[in-house]
């Protein structure tokens, strides 16, 4: 009677455990596929390795442009900016929020690395939750958790560019 009890219990974790795996397995598939390829070693196929040590590693340049004006932005080298550099071109309507902030939710997931930031800073791109692309105008506090995207090179002007209102963002490499 013991073993047929041991017996169900083997077979109930092992379900348990083997489809818990499957889902993390189906998980990280998902964002595999959303991320390009790079060299096991991190350097690029010119081998040149982006790995800086000052915190601030970053993948490229993408331009930014909202009514005509063009912004150039360093994407984060992490997953969730290569992520979203793998989708460009992207045009996104986004809609205003506080009085700081443009906001979109994409229609897809991206990779999340979300940390509180504390401060936001002009300019900052940052994807809140998987989906909710950010771009901030203003500089503040903020107890919240983003996952950074990048950040525009020099965000002087950004906020009378994208005014007050809802605005058509582009973003391109």
Same mark, same amino acid.
């Given at each position: ?33 959303? !991320?390009?390829? %790079?060299?096991?070693? *991190? @350097? ?5 390795? +982006?790995?800086?040590?000052?915190? #601030? $590693? ?33 045009? !996104?309507?986004? %809609?205003?929020?506080? *009085? @700081? ?5 994409? +229609?897809?997931?991206?990779?999340? #690395? $979300? ?33 950074? !995207? ?24």
């Amino acid at each position: 009677m013991m073993r047929l009890i041991y017996g169900i219990l083997a077979a109930v974790l092992f379900s348990f455990t083997t489809n818990a795996l499957v889902a993390c397995a189906d998980e990280n598939s998902m964002t595999e596929a959303l !991320l390009p390829s %790079s060299n096991e070693d *991190g @350097n690029d196929d010119e081998g040149n390795n +982006d790995n800086g040590n000052d915190g #601030e $590693s970053m993948e490229g340049n993408i331009t930014i442009i909202i009514n005509s004006t063009t912004f150039t932005a360093i994407l984060e080298d992490n997953a969730s900016g290569q992520a979203f550099a793998a989708m460009l071109p992207l045009a !996104l309507d986004m %809609s205003e929020m506080n *009085g @700081n902030e443009k906001y979109c939710y994409l +229609d897809v997931s991206l990779p999340t #690395e $979300s940390y509180r930031p504390g401060t936001i800073q002009t300019g900052d791109l940052m994807l809140y939750g998987s989906s909710c692309v950010t771009l901030f105008y203003e500089t503040f506090s903020s107890g919240y958790n983003y996952t950074r !995207l990048g950040r525009i090179n020099n965000p002087e002007g950004l906020a009378a560019v994208v005014g007050r209102g809802d605005v058509s963002v582009s973003f391109t490499d």
